[in-house]
């Protein structure tokens, strides 16, 4: 299902509104489907790039021959004899090179378009495939980045003013004395061929024109299946679960930071901001060790399972022979709560064994619903065969701590975790908890920090080996940037305590 989404549009929750996001695609170009495309579009496009569309196979030998005598009148190239059929060639091949192997290649693709399809599918194609500058192709995404409209709802001068940058958008775009001139050119030849009347005409060259410049976000369509609220199929557009406000703090948080990093946030379930440094689909694909964010589940089970809150454990040995690293040595004898507020792998391990450690890995396997032979005993230290994505991790969080539903295991649990973040984060904030974990010899670092309703996940790659703090200066990034979302979360929720 995910790869047909490809070219449908993404709209985020924008206040009290819907406003366009982003397009689904496999790569950075935001190419948004059309299927309606304006006949009067259509209509000035022939006029402005090839009169005799109607009237040739796909090369227009008289434009061309017109083109050549013009161009050494003026000594230089004032005019081009490419057809509407050759420039979508040309944009189907993706190849601008001055070269006469791109010439024939162009002109083959043609006579194929022209033999294959009629002259109002070839304009359609066009108007789905041209490039419109930055990382938008076809009309759809150029209407929804400089105006913020589909194309249903362009009004004619938008229209005339996509056209008018049509043959250079970004020197039109940075040329806005040039961009006017040609745009009252353009009317003024539509008027002079009787294509649009005189009233319309002084319309057009008296409207000032309001730009959006909406950026729009390519996403890949792995990604577009985690953030589904409703699907327009014959609009092609996706209704997500996107928060502008939460989106743009996310991306903020990925563009700022010193090394790799992704971050993935849920309100309860449903995803509401996401970005990676390495694409859009990385918080749902890549799956890694997640280390030592699964304690707070065992704790819960170890808990409930009849381990007490006085009973102490081995901090610096395990009963099974296993050689665990500790970040910290503190005593010798850690209770569950001192385990998990100081992260001591031996501690868990000892109490899991007293439990059993079939016992644990069947309720790992059930909280993350996946099958048993995919963990083994180092899953309690957060290994598993195929490895735990951002999202599943920040899902399972949400689900299990859900404000609506906590024992009071699970209020121990996050009061806890509650220390923990006012330790790590120098924050006095009693509604807000944190769980880090290290993996990957500590070049990878996760962070979950989660308030009564919302649940980020945060995966830093590359720590750099002088880097030598556990959290590798994490904590002061987390800190800074969240600094904003924590102020914002003490107050609604200042009752709201663990």
Not at 82 to 98: C, G, V
Not at 437 to 464: C, F, H, V, W
Request: hydrophobic fraction near 35%; proline fraction near 2%; glycine fraction near 6%.
């Amino acid at each position: 299902m995910t790869k047909e989404l490809e070219g449908y549009v993404v709209y985020q929750k924008d206040h009290n509104q819907n406003t366009p996001y982003g397009v689904v695609s496999e790569n950075y170009e935001c190419q948004a489907n059309c299927g309606y495309i304006p006949s009067r579009l259509k209509d000035y496009l022939i006029q402005f790039e090839d009169i005799r569309f109607f009237h040739h196979n796909g090369i227009d030998y008289r434009g061309i021959a017109r083109a050549a005598i013009e161009n050494i009148k003026a000594l230089k190239i004032i005019q081009g004899g490419s057809t509407i059929t050759q420039q979508l060639a040309r944009n189907i091949l993706r190849d601008n090179r001055k070269s006469i192997f791109r010439k024939i290649r162009e002109t083959i693709e043609a006579f194929k378009l022209e033999n294959n399809l009629t002259k109002d599918e070839i304009l359609n194609l066009y108007f789905n495939q041209i490039y419109f500058g930055k990382n938008l192709r076809g009309i759809r995404a150029a209407g929804l980045h400089y105006f913020g409209k589909e194309v249903n709802n362009l009004s004619p001068v938008e229209l005339l003013y996509l056209l008018t940058i049509l043959r250079g958008p970004n020197y039109y775009l940075n040329n806005q004395e040039k961009t006017i001139k040609r745009f009252e050119l353009l009317s003024h030849t539509l008027y002079n061929r009787k294509i649009i009347s005189q009233s319309r005409h002084l319309k057009n060259i008296k409207t000032n024109i309001t730009f959006k410049q909406n950026q729009l976000h390519s996403i890949k369509s792995k990604a577009a299946g985690f953030i589904i609220e409703k699907i327009d199929i014959k609009s092609k557009i996706i209704f997500s679960t996107i928060d502008s406000g939460t989106q743009i703090f996310c991306r903020q948080f990925v563009e700022d930071s010193k090394y790799p990093i992704s971050i993935i946030a849920l309100n309860k379930v449903r995803v509401i901001g996401f970005a990676s440094s390495y694409g859009t689909d990385y918080p749902f694909g890549l799956k890694t060790n997640v280390g030592s964010t699964l304690k707070p589940f065992l704790y819960c089970y170890l808990r409930e399972k009849g381990i007490s809150l006085d009973e102490k454990f081995n901090s610096f040995k395990n009963d099974i022979g296993w050689s665990v690293r500790e970040v910290s040595y503190h005593k010798s004898l850690f209770t569950i709560d001192e385990a998990l507020f100081n992260s001591n792998n031996n501690a868990f391990i000892n109490a899991s064994q007293k439990i059993g450690i079939d016992n644990t890995l069947d309720f790992l396997a059930s909280i993350l619903t996946r099958d048993k032979d995919e963990f083994y005993p180092s899953s309690i230290l957060g290994a598993t065969r195929n490895g735990i994505s951002l999202f599943e991790l920040a899902y399972t969080y949400s689900i299990f701590f859900d404000s609506d539903n906590l024992t009071s295991i699970k209020r121990d649990c996050l009061s806890i975790l509650n220390k923990i973040a006012k330790k790590k984060l120098k924050i006095r904030v009693n509604n807000i908890f944190l769980k880090t974990g290290t993996t990957n010899d500590n070049k990878e670092s996760l962070a979950i920090i989660q308030s009564a309703n919302e649940t980020y996940a945060i995966l830093r790659n590359e720590n750099p080996s002088y880097d030598n703090s556990k959290d590798g200066n994490l904590m002061k990034y987390i800190r800074q940037k969240f600094r904003r979302i924590i102020d914002n979360i003490e107050e609604p929720n200042k009752e709201f305590k663990w």
